[in-house]
């Protein structure tokens, strides 16, 4: 009941006119972003998918409750409706494309600002560092939130302290609307006080930043209940070495193990993986823009034949990495049973005229060998482009083909060629 009660109460500061009576302040903030997608997965007895979607994202903020300063109420619905529907879910001998059709209330929380600390209470949207480990799915039409308490705290300037209680986590394609409970039903999630893994997590993070060289120190710990922990470190920034040139890198070590958190526990866990993350992106200025280039190298663990699965990231924005086509998004967030090396190179261009341009290309192998050995995935190519067109509208256009290596078959993992392409505007109204 006390998890219910983390969106119940700031839900309940929304309903009907009471939130108007109670603020000094409201701003709305609506945004709008219809894309159409294809997907097509050979060789998996199903045919391509189809699909034009619409995000429709309202926000109403409530400010100054109670007649307290920074005291805030966030109300924040968002539906997902389909034109073209010739796609997985809503076609089930179509490929997959996660944007099935749901209205959702994603954020309802009270916040509270003070100079040294903030403090947010009900669902809400919680990304750390570049999503590897804890995002918000942004990339789908629906976001994942968490029912959470939320506390930031800044003790010295350039120090931010993070400690998060999650009741539950609420995924892009978990449906809460029409169930017949109500419209206030649809903003509990189903998981919450169900014996589900990941419910009554625990998540901390720590950042210092130095300016001058614009530089971040990170240490962190997830500790997700039932599944696992995660320990790492992270040293990443873009200093200037010259007035037009900058150096962009990023440094990261984390390790894996058995939960400390176990009340929601699925049989025994034997896990010990480690992951690292290496980066370098030099940006230049010139007279027609910035050119910038990206050299990266990522692996996460594989599992040994006595442990549960390898290093997994199932909270991650995984689209964001190893590629678009999402051919490892699965495997990565809960087996990695082989292990991922991800060595990637990319180069774009930006400039306020043309828009920005990036493509990016990959080449993928495993930790451990396959059966029958092997431990070649595949590669793939994948592209950008993305232009402001007026104000508050942005359109934008990408592409991800991915090939397969033979030695994949045996894995049975990245073993069919992808490929997606996506075409979009988006509209934003209000702050």
Known sequence: MR??????????????????????????????RPRYEYADVKDNNKKEANALTVRIRTGINFKNLFNVNNLNL??????????????????SNRDLVADPEQVRINQVYLSYSHKLFNLKVGRQIITFDNHRFIGHVGWRQMAQTFDAVRLDLKPIKGLDFTAVYVAAKTGVTDKEWGDGKGW???????????????????????????????????????????????????????????????????????????PTLTSHENGNKNIGASYYYISVKPTFNTNYG??????????????????????????????????????????????DTYGLKDMHIGL?????????????????????????????????????????????????????????????????????????????????WGK
């Open 3 to 32: 998890k219910k009660f983390l969106t119940l109460l700031p839900l309940a500061l929304f309903s009907g006119s009471y939130a108007l009576d109670l603020a000094q302040k409201v701003n709305v903030k609506i945004e709008l």
């Open 74 to 91: 966030l109300f924040e619905p968002w539906v997902v409706t389909a034109l073209v529907k010739d796609y997985a879910p809503e076609k």
């Open 184 to 258: 206030a039903a649809a903003a509990v999630n189903t998981n919450i006080g169900d014996d589900v893994a990941g419910n009554d997590s625990l998540l901390f993070h720590v950042n210092y930043k130095y300016k001058p060289f614009k530089t971040n120190f990170t240490a962190y710990a997830y500790l997700l209940n039932g599944m696992h922990d995660t320990y790492g470190v992270k040293v990443n920034g873009s200093p200037k070495i010259t007035p037009n040139f900058s150096l962009g890198f990023w440094l990261e070590y984390a390790y894996q193990n058995d």
């Open 290 to 335: 910035k050119v910038f280039a990206l050299a990266g190298y990522e692996f996460l663990e594989g599992k040994d034949s006595n442990e549960t699965h390898g290093f997994t990231t199932p909270w991650a924005t995984l689209h964001a990495h190893n590629g678009w086509a999402d051919a490892f998004l699965k495997y990565t967030a809960l087996s």
């Open 348 to 428: 774009g261009f930006k400039n306020k005229v043309i828009g920005k341009i990036f493509a990016k290309y990959h080449w993928f192998k495993s930790d451990k060998d396959f059966p029958g050995g092997g431990d070649k995935f595949g590669t793939e190519f994948d592209i950008l482009y993305v232009r402001k067109i007026v104000k508050n509208l942005v359109f934008g256009a990408k592409a991800a083909f991915y090939n397969a290596d033979s030695d994949a078959k045996k894995a049975g993992i990245g073993d069919k060629d992808v490929t997606k392409y996506w075409v979009w505007v988006t509209y934003k």
